[in-house]
Structure formats: structure tokens, C-alpha cells
T-cell receptor
Framework: DAKTTQPPSMDCAEGRAANLPCNHS???????VYWYRQIHSQGPQYIIH???NNETNEMASLIITEDRKSSTLILPHATLRDTAVYYC??????????FGKGTSLLVTP | NAGVTQTPKFQVLKTGQSMTLQCAQD?????MYWYRQDPGMGLRLIYY???????DKGEVPNGYNVSRLNKREFSLRLESAAPSQTSVYFC?????????????FGPGTRLTVL
């Protein structure tokens, strides 16, 4: 599995876009990039995933660089409820997701 | 739909005691998982069940056993609890293990072993 590297913490003002980076320089061709988040002490929640192309859903956008060595999760209009730990995972199957320590995002009023 | 449910929510054990954590899902998912999360850490996979009748070890299986009772239920057993097993335990399920199948998580069981 590719190892991912994320900043331990980030801040974002409410209403602004939150851009969370992830480095996965050793990713292989068949590994997807997944993003999950964990609000306070709840169970993690799936956000989005992608292979090569940029992806968008109702929660977020995922931008993957052309060489696939890094990606950015974008929350377009962050709210206080988006305060959470965000996990970037590179994996070639749906089974053994390696969550790592993630990025703790604090959205401030 | 309740999604993924876990019982109990909290549990305190003494060293050497045994217990079973229960997990059930009502989404007709084929695959189920058990993770543990220690303070300040990410989740680590203990065991998973790709489909009814199969189980496989994850990253940290030592000290645990699992049973896939039927398609809905996947239990985790601690035969002789140790303080190192103090953690929050999450159960999850997914339609399958194919890439892109999101995992749905339960609320967790907070276990303290004294």
C-alpha cells in the first residue's frame, strides 16, 4: 500500500474553502485515493474517492495531480460542522484501509 | 434503516476477563470489518470478513477472535482481556471489498481494561 503524508493540523475560516493536501508519491497505478473524515469520536464517514480524474460530489471535490503523486480535498464552503479529522488513504482494494493519523481541520467562526 | 449498530457502547473489564462485542448491519452488505482506535491514532484493522463464511486477519489480530454469524452479524471476542486492549472499537460494513465501495461505520464501543 502507498504511504500517504498529511499535515497534522489546519485551520479554515467558516464560509471559506478548505483545501486539504495529501502526498502519496509512491502510489501505484491501481491504487485509488480515498478520503474519509471522523467527527469528534464518531465512526469515520466516507467522503470521496478517485483514481486519475478529478471527482466531485455533494460533499467535496478531489483534485489529483497528473502524476498522481499528490491530491487535494476541497470543501468549497466550510462550516463549523466540518471540523473533523480527515484521512487520505491510498489503496488498491476496498478491504484494508490504512487510516494513518490524518489532518485535524478546525473551522473557526 | 439503522445502518451499523454496535453493542455495548461502553464496557469496563478486569484483566483476564472475556467479552464479545456485537455488530450488526441492515444494509445487506457482504463485507464487514473490525477496527480499533487508540488515543490520538488512526484506525487499525483487526479482522475482516469479505463475505458470509469467511474471515481474514488484518493488521493487529493478536488477542482477538471473530465470528461471522450470518450476513448481518459479525462479532469480536476478547478471550483474556489485557490493558493494551483498552481502545475504541469500530465495526464497519461495505457492499463488497471492490475498490470504491465505501465502508459504513458504527458508533463504536469504548472498552477499558483495568
Amino acid at each position: 500500500d502507498a504511504k500517504t503524508t498529511q499535515p497534522p493540523s489546519m485551520d479554515c475560516a467558516e464560509g471559506r474553502a478548505a483545501n486539504l493536501p495529501c502526498n502519496h508519491s509512491t502510489i501505484s497505478g491501481n491504487e485509488y485515493v480515498y478520503w474519509y473524515r471522523q467527527i469528534h469520536s464518531q465512526g469515520p464517514q466516507y467522503i470521496i474517492h478517485g483514481l486519475k480524474n478529478n471527482e466531485t460530489n455533494e460533499m467535496a471535490s478531489l483534485i489529483i495531480t497528473e502524476d498522481r503523486k499528490s491530491s487535494t480535498l476541497i470543501l468549497p464552503h466550510a462550516t463549523l460542522r466540518d471540523t473533523a479529522v480527515y484521512y487520505c488513504i491510498a489503496e488498491d482494494s476496498g478491504y484494508a484501509l490504512n487510516f494513518g493519523k490524518g489532518t485535524s481541520l478546525l473551522v473557526t467562526p | 434503516n439503522a445502518g451499523v449498530t454496535q453493542t455495548p457502547k461502553f464496557q469496563v473489564l478486569k484483566t483476564g476477563q472475556s467479552m464479545t462485542l456485537q455488530c450488526a448491519q441492515d444494509m445487506n452488505h457482504n463485507s464487514m470489518y473490525w477496527y480499533r482506535q487508540d488515543p490520538g491514532m488512526g484506525l487499525r484493522l483487526i479482522y475482516y470478513s469479505a463475505s458470509e463464511g469467511t474471515t481474514d486477519k488484518g493488521e493487529v489480530p493478536n488477542g482477538y477472535n471473530v465470528s461471522r454469524l450470518n450476513k448481518r452479524e459479525f462479532s469480536l471476542r476478547l478471550e483474556s482481556a489485557a490493558p493494551s486492549q483498552t481502545s475504541v472499537y469500530f465495526c464497519a460494513s461495505s457492499e463488497s471489498g471492490l475498490v470504491g465501495n465505501e465502508q459504513f461505520f458504527g458508533p463504536g464501543t469504548r472498552l477499558t481494561v483495568l
